[in-house]
């Protein structure tokens, strides 16, 4: 398996830096995360090069970070700034890698490929997440399987009905009118959901609205971030009154067979009822982390490590942009590996 590793991948909510180093593996490599004395976040590779031992046990010190195991401090450029033993000799072999970090719309993004080609590109801007408009939560969890099979199932949200009662009531599947749309680099799942009752979800928002039409439309992006439209129209009175509970979804292998999700859902309605603040993260967290997860897991357990398309799946109408996103990700992987090999 090789990950795509030019690109931006989200590391984690700003908030989750607030305190002592984490540690986190992105795309197989343990990285300590941690900020510096003016609070800008700091990644370096979580393994000191004397013994090994993962910094993000260690003490931050200022702009530095200690080894817990015998002491070499080293800076936020990676450069060993001071050995405690002997006459404190420090060759340039006691040093570890830096990544590029940038912080945008809440998220902390981390660059694990080239250092050279991280200031060409920048992740996706979510601004909706940041603005002073909406109100937003976000939360995240860690999935037992491939992040392509976290975007699989992001990708084809006719699952709903059968994993989300919450989200998505009885008999909707047989209604929903699917298209793949690709537009640049962006591929998007079009759910539309006409003429349906209220869901539990949206009648915390618009309680007496009766029925609507209803839409889940995902758009994805390399290497597995998505923003996901899920709104409704209501049908009730001639104003058609819109609201949406717009997200993002946004995926991080960890390894192979573990992923880093982290999303977010804003509205602009009820935005001060702490008792929709509660459902929402709630009703999210319990669907993605209880109903989601285990179901992904489950298949992930299935499949063994085989890659989906060599076990030749049974595909159906609403898998296209799942089949189209892996095939544009294999295809910059592929132009990834040729252009450094030659
Ligand atoms: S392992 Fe870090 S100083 Fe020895
Ligand atoms: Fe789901």
Redesign the pocket.
Known sequence: MTFLKNAWYAAGWEEDLSGDPIARTFLNEPVVLFRDSTGAAVALADR??????P?SL?KVEGDAIR??????VFDKGGACVRNPHGKGARPSSLSVRTYPLLTQNGMIWIWMGDKELAGGSRPPAYDFLTDNEHKTLHGSLHVRANYELVTDNLLDLSHAEFLHPFIMPEGVASTIKYSCLVEGDTIGAIHEMPDQDNTPLFRLLMPDVRRIDGRANNFWRAPANMYLDVGMRELDSGERRDCAIPQVHLLTPETEFSTHYFWAAARLLAKDDQRVDDAILAGFSNAFENEDEPMIRAVQERMGGVNLFELDPALLPMDEASVRARRELARLIRNEQESAAG
């Open positions: 000191c090069p004397h013994r090994f031992a910094l260690g080894c817990p195991y015998h002491g070499l």
